[in-house]
C-alpha cells in the first residue's frame, strides 16, 4: 500500500510525532458519509429496486466472485505469494460445507463456517512450500492443489454423499428457521457475509499481520533481517486467503448456482479470480469489488447490448464472438492505461476531480 | 477507499437501473423459447451444428407451417460455452418470459446445468428439457415434476448397450462369463450409468470392469494398457469430446478391434470418429440421434430452408451430421409437446405449468412420425406424469469409414429392470429434500 502524495503527512493528524522512525499506528479510516451511504445503498434500497433476476443472478454471484478476489488478494496482493490453486479452495469450502450439513447434520451458517476452517487448514498444508519455493514456482505448486482438489472430490463418493454423479445439493436453505431461498434471502445472506468479511479483512491489513505480509512482499530477505517471521507470515497468508476461498466456494455452490460439481470449481475458475485481482488491482480491497464487476458484469452488458441491437442481423456464432474479442480489447486496454489496475485508475481520477480547476 | 468503493457500487447501480429488462405485459400471441447455447469455447464444433438443427427447424415451423398451430415461436439464443453458471444467469434472465411471451420449457443443453437448476425449475415451475442427458433419477416425474431427461436416459443407455452385446452374442444367456469394460469419462456423465450397468452385470452374469479417464483425456495408454490385460469381450466407450478419437485411436495400438467397441449417445458423431481415421472403421455406437440426410424431414428442409438461403447451417456438407439431426430431433420433441399442450389448453402461447401438462402428455407414434417427416430418425415415444423418459430406444449406427450406417432398428432398453434403481434413487431425493411424490392419478 503506497502512500500517494496528495495524502495529508500523518503529523498534521496528531497521530505520530515526527521524531518517530516509523508510525506504530496507521491513520484511522476517514470515516465519511461514504461508508454508511454504501451499506444503505446495498442493504436497503438495492434490494427494493432490484427485481430477482439482479439479485439472484447478477450481484450475488458479483458479491462471491468479489470474496473470492478478496481471498486471492491479501494472499497474492498483500502478501506477495502467487497462487492458481483458488478454484480449489472454494471447492473444499462447498464440499466440506456440504459434508457438514449431509454427515455431521449442523446448521448451515456454522458449517459454512467450518468449512472455511478446513479450507484454511487445506490451505496451511499448501503453504507450506513456499518456505522453499518463490514466484512462479511457487504458482505451479498451488496448481497442484488445485488439481489435486479436483481428483480427491471426484474419486472419492463419500464427499458427495454416494450420488450418481458426483454433484452437491442441499435441501432448503434455511438460516435460523427463515426460509432464505428467494433471491432476496440469498442476496441478504451474500451481503452480510461479504460485509463482515471485507471488514474483517481491513482490518486484518491494517494490524501487524498486514503490515508483515506487505514487508514480506515487497521484500522478503529484508523483512527477514528487521525480524519479520517471514515463514510464518506467508503461511498464515496462505491459510487466511484460502478461508476466505473456501466461504466463497460454500455460498457459490449453495446461494448461487444451489449445487456445484467440482467442475464448477475447474482451473478456469482459478483463472478467474486471478484476474479479478489483477484487473482491479493488487492489494486493494475495493480492487476485487471492481475487479469482479468488470468480470462479471462487463460480458454480461456486453451480451445485454449486443442481443438488444444485433441480435438477428448478425450471425449468432460471430456475434458471440466479437463479443469475446471486444471484452479481450477492454482488458488490454484498461491495463496498458494502468498496470495497477481499475483501483488505481479510479483513485487517480478522483484525484484529478476532486483538485478545482480540473485538469485532465 | 471508501470512496472508491462507493463510486464502484454507484457505477454497478446505474448499470443495473440502465439494463433492467422491460416488465412482461401480458397476452403475446408468440411462444418464447429462449435457447442456452454454446457457439464459443471447447464444445463450440459440436454446438454450432447442434443450434442449426434446431433453428432450422424452428424457422421451418414458423415460416412453412405458420407456427405451432399459429403460434409463432419467439426464439432467442444466449451463449453460455457449456458452463452451469452461465446458464442458471440465462436461466433467471428468461424465465419470465420476454415482452409477454410466456416460457414453456427450458432446454438445459447440458447435464451439468439440468443438476443446477433442478429445483429452481421446480420452484419456478418451468420443465427443464435435457433430450438423452439429465439427471437419470428425474425420470420419476412424481419426485420431479418440472425435470424431463427426455427420450434416452443414461440407465437406457447402460441397457442398450448391454442388449446389442446380447444380441451380437446371441442372446442374453451368452453373456455369461464375459468380459465387459466400460472405458468413461470421469464426470458426472461419465458416472452416471455405473449403477445400472452393475446392476445388469449381476442379472446376466457378464464381468463388469470400470475404468475412468480424466477429463479432457488426451493421453489413454495406461487405460488402454489396463483393458488390453483384462482382454475384454467388449468395449463400451462412454466418452466425450477430445477423449473419443483419442480412446479409439488407442484402442487400435493396443489391438483392441474398432468393431467390438461401441460407443455411446455422446461419443457417437462425425467429429468422434474423423479425427480418429483409419482406425475408426467398424466403430459402432448408440444412435437415438441417427446421422444421415436422407430422411423425410431432411428432403422438406432442403426444399423450403436449405435451399432458400434460410438455414443456420454455414457449411451445407453437414447437413444430415449427426449433431445437426440432434437439434432437429430436439426442436421437433418441443414443438409436439406444445401440441399436446395445446389441444387441451387451447392454441395459444403455454407457460411453464401448461408446457409441464404437454411434455407430460407427449405422445408420437409411427403414424404421427410419418405425418411430420421423423419416421426411422426418431423413435415412438410416450410420455406420462410419473415417466418423464418416454422412449428409452436407441438404433445401432456403424462408422464405414466415411459415414454412419444404421445396422439395427430401434433396440429398447429394458426399463423395468431398471426403474426400481431409479425409484430408489429418487424416493432418497425426496426424503433429502422433504418433498411429497405427487400421486399423477389424483391430478388432471
Do not use: C
Not at chain 2, 454450432?48 to 415451423?61: E, K, N, P, S, V
Amino acid at each position: 500500500m503506497s502512500q500517494t502524495l496528495s495524502n495529508p503527512p500523518l503529523v498534521s493528524r496528531g497521530v505520530a510525532p515526527v521524531t518517530r522512525l516509523a508510525p506504530v499506528a496507521l491513520p484511522g479510516p476517514r470515516l465519511g458519509l461514504g461508508l454508511p451511504a454504501l451499506l444503505l445503498l446495498a442493504f436497503g434500497v438495492v434490494p427494493q429496486l432490484g427485481g430477482e433476476y439482479w439479485l439472484g443472478a447478477i450481484l450475488v454471484p458479483f458479491l462471491i466472485l468479489s470474496l473470492a478476489g478478496l481471498g486471492l488478494n491479501l494472499l497474492t496482493g498483500y502478501a506477495g505469494q502467487t497462487s492458481l490453486g483458488s478454484g480449489g479452495f472454494m471447492a473444499v469450502g462447498a464440499f466440506a460445507t456440504f459434508g457438514f450439513v449431509v454427515h455431521g447434520g449442523l446448521p448451515l451458517p456454522l458449517a459454512i463456517f467450518l468449512a472455511g476452517l478446513v479450507t484454511a487448514g487445506a490451505g496451511l498444508v499448501f503453504g507450506l512450500p513456499s518456505d522453499r519455493i518463490k514466484g512462479f514456482y511457487l504458482m505451479v505448486s498451488s496448481l497442484a492443489a488445485q488439481f489435486f482438489f479436483e481428483w480427491l472430490f471426484q474419486k472419492f463418493p463419500w464427499f458427495y454423499n454416494y450420488g450418481s454423479s458426483g454433484t452437491i445439493t442441499l435441501p432448503r436453505l434455511e438460516l435460523f428457521g427463515f426460509d432464505i431461498g428467494s433471491a432476496q434471502g440469498r442476496y441478504y445472506v451474500t451481503l452480510s457475509t461479504v460485509v463482515l468479511l471485507t471488514w474483517i479483512a481491513v482490518s486484518l491489513t491494517r494490524s501487524q499481520i498486514g503490515r508483515n505480509w506487505m514487508a514480506v512482499r515487497d521484500m522478503d530477505t529484508a523483512a527477514a533481517v528487521i525480524g519479520i517471521p517471514v515463514y510464518r507470515s506467508k503461511v498464515v497468508a496462505f491459510a487466511v486467503s484460502s478461508f476466505y476461498l473456501g466461504i466463497a466456494g460454500a455460498l457459490w455452490a449453495f446461494l448461487y448456482l444451489g449445487s456445484a460439481s467440482v467442475q464448477s470449481f475447474g482451473i478456469s475458475r482459478s483463472f478467474q479470480v486471478l484476474f479479478i485481482i489483477i484487473i482491479g488491482g493488487m492489494g486493494s480491497i475495493a480492487g476485487n469489488f471492481i475487479g469482479a464487476a468488470f468480470i462479471s458484469l462487463l460480458p454480461l452488458a456486453i451480451d445485454h447490448i449486443a442481443q438488444g441491437f444485433f441480435a438477428g442481423h448478425v450471425d449468432a456464432g460471430l456475434l458471440q464472438n466479437i463479443q469475446k474479442a471486444i471484452f479481450g480489447l477492454l482488458i488490454i486496454g484498461f491495463l496498458i492505461k494502468e498496470p495497477d489496475g481499475l483501483a488505481r485508475l479510479l483513485r487517480t481520477l478522483g484525484e484529478r476531480l476532486s483538485n478545482w480547476p480540473l485538469r485532465f | 477507499m471508501k470512496r472508491l468503493l462507493l463510486t464502484a457500487l454507484l457505477a454497478a447501480s446505474v448499470a443495473t437501473t440502465a439494463l433492467v429488462p422491460p416488465s412482461a405485459f401480458a397476452d403475446s400471441k408468440e411462444q418464447y423459447v429462449p435457447l442456452p447455447t454454446y457457439r464459443v469455447g471447447p464444445y463450440a464444433s459440436s454446438g454450432t451444428l447442434w443450434w442449426a438443427g434446431t433453428l432450422d427447424y424452428f424457422r421451418y415451423i414458423n415460416e412453412v407451417e405458420g407456427g405451432v398451430n399459429g403460434v409463432k415461436l419467439k426464439v432467442e439464443e444466449f451463449e453460455t460455452e457449456w458452463s452451469p453458471d452461465r446458464t442458471v444467469e440465462v436461466y433467471e434472465r428468461v424465465k419470465n418470459g420476454k415482452d409477454g411471451a410466456p416460457v414453456a420449457f427450458f432446454f438445459t443443453h447440458g447435464t451439468p446445468a439440468s443438476y443446477a437448476l433442478i429445483e429452481k425449475g421446480a420452484a419456478d415451475k418451468i420443465p427443464l428439457i435435457d433430450p438423452a442427458g439429465g439427471r437419470t433419477e428425474s425420470t420419476d416425474g412424481t419426485v420431479f415434476p418440472y425435470a424431463f431427461p427426455l427420450l434416452f436416459n443414461y440407465f437406457s443407455q447402460a441397457s442398450v448397450g448391454i442388449n446389442y452385446i446380447a444380441q451380437k452374442e446371441g442372446g442374453f444367456d451368452k453373456l455369461k462369463g464375459k468380459k465387459i469394460v466400460t472405458v468413461y469419462h470421469d464426470s458426472a456423465y461419465g458416472r452416471e450409468t455405473q449403477a445400472a450397468v452393475e446392476l445388469l452385470a449381476k442379472k446376466y452374469g457378464f464381468e463388469n470392469y470400470q475404468i475412468p479417464v480424466a477429463d479432457p483425456g488426451n493421453e489413454q495408454s495406461p487405460q488402454w494398457r489396463q483393458v488390453r490385460e483384462i482382454k475384454p469381450d467388449w468395449v463400451f466407450l462412454r466418452t466425450w469430446g477430445v477423449s473419443t478419437p483419442v480412446a479409439i485411436k488407442t484402442a487400435q495400438r493396443f489391438g483392441i478391434p474398432a468393431d467390438h467397441i461401441i460407443g455411446d449417445v455422446w461419443a457417437g458423431s462425425e467429429a468422434d470418429v474423423i479425427p480418429a481415421g483409419a482406425a475408426a472403421k467398424g466403430y459402432q455406437a448408440l444412435a437415438p440421434y441417427p446421422g444421415g440426410a436422407s430422411f423425410e424431414i431432411h428432403d422438406r428442409l432442403r426444399k423450403t430452408i436449405l435451399d432458400t438461403g434460410k438455414s443456420d447451417l454455414k457449411d451445407k456438407k453437414f447437413f444430415g451430421a449427426v449433431y445437426y439431426n440432434i437439434g432437429l430431433i430436439n426442436a421437433v420433441l418441443a414443438v409436439e409437446a406444445l401440441r399436446a399442450g395445446q389441444a387441451k389448453f387451447g392454441n395459444k402461447p403455454l407457460n411453464g405449468e401448461e408446457g409441464r401438462w404437454g411434455f407430460e402428455h407427449l405422445t408420437i407414434d409411427d403414424a404421427r412420425l410419418k405425418q411430420i417427416g421423423f419416421y426411422g430418425l426418431l423413435q415412438p415415444i410416450k410420455l406420462t406424469p410419473s415417466d418423464h423418459e418416454g422412449g428409452g430406444a436407441a438404433r445401432i449406427q456403424q462408422w464405414d469409414g466415411e459415414k454412419w450406417v444404421l445396422v439395427t432398428d430401434w433396440i429398447q432398453a429394458d426399463r423395468d429392470t431398471l426403474r426400481p434403481l431409479i425409484e430408489a434413487k429418487s424416493a432418497a431425493y425426496a426424503k433429502e429434500h422433504n418433498i411429497t411424490p405427487r400421486s399423477p392419478t389424483a391430478e388432471n
